[in-house]
């Protein structure tokens, strides 16, 4: 299981916010966060727990400590508001999952 | 450009069969396993089927498999995903996701390119 936590959170212009995914069991590095948009297909923001996808800000952040992985929004703007997923993505087990989702609203 | 578009969804009654069209254009098709995942209207995105670059390995989440089946045509860049046996409960927006490996580090993968998705409603 994948985790993601909180489902909800309210935050405004300029706050700082983490997004946290759990996994039930090992699953190294392979873990994506991704950012949609109503209406929109999701955004690749991070993968391999902590790098940043290119074109994406320097204000999203990933981390792993060991199944906890966090997602950080630094200074968030305007744009950041949408839900945000935690992507696990080994190719065999534990499988592939997506977390619950995350919403951010202002 | 790069991009992946989708076609094929629509209302379909319980029962029912449908199947999805993916075009793929600006990268080289042929190179990339690709996915198809699901996002039930006001749901979070669930994964359903994957596809290896020959075609060669499909793979399923439980739910689906031997409903729904996944293939892929390298000389038309074009993914399918073919929906058989439809349920109310498959209702969703459709999606087609390309997966690509950044560098040589296994982990170094995830979903980069999505489509606009394609919406399939399952009712009577």
């Known amino acids: 299981q994948l985790t993601q936590s909180p489902s909800f959170l309210s935050a405004s212009v300029g706050d700082s916010v983490t997004i946290t995914c759990r996994a039930s069991?090992?699953?190294?590095?392979?873990l994506a966060w991704y950012q949609q948009k109503p209406g929109k297909a999701p955004r690749l923001l991070i993968y391999?727990?902590?790098t940043l996808q290119s074109g994406v800000p320097s204000r999203f952040s990933g981390r792993r400590s060991g199944a906890e992985f966090t997602l950080t929004i630094n200074s968030l703007q305007s744009e950041d508001y949408a839900t945000y997923y935690c992507h696990q993505l080994n190719t065999v087990p534990p499988g592939i999952r997506f977390g619950q989702g995350t919403r951010l609203d202002i | 450009e790069v991009q992946l578009v989708e076609s094929g969804g629509g209302l379909v009654q319980p029962g029912g069969s449908l199947r999805l069209s993916c075009a793929a254009s600006g990268f080289n098709f042929s190179n990339f396993s690709m996915y198809w995942v699901r996002q039930a209207p006001g749901k979070g995105l669930e994964y359903l089927t994957a596809?290896?670059?020959?075609?060669?390995?499909?793979l399923y989440r439980d739910s689906v498999q031997f409903r729904f089946t996944v293939s892929r045509d390298n000389s038309k860049n074009m993914l399918y995903l073919q929906l058989g046996s439809l349920r109310v409960e498959d209702t969703a927006v459709y999606y087609c996701?390309?997966?690509?490996?950044?560098?040589?580090?296994?982990?170094?993968?995830?979903?980069?390119?999505w489509g606009q998705g394609t919406l399939v409603t399952v009712s009577s």
């Open positions: 596809i290896t670059p020959n075609g060669g390995t499909t």
């Open positions: 069991q090992d699953i190294g590095l392979y």
């Open positions: 391999g727990a902590s």
């Open positions: 996701v390309r997966r690509t490996h950044f560098d040589r580090r296994d982990y170094n993968m995830a979903f980069d390119l």
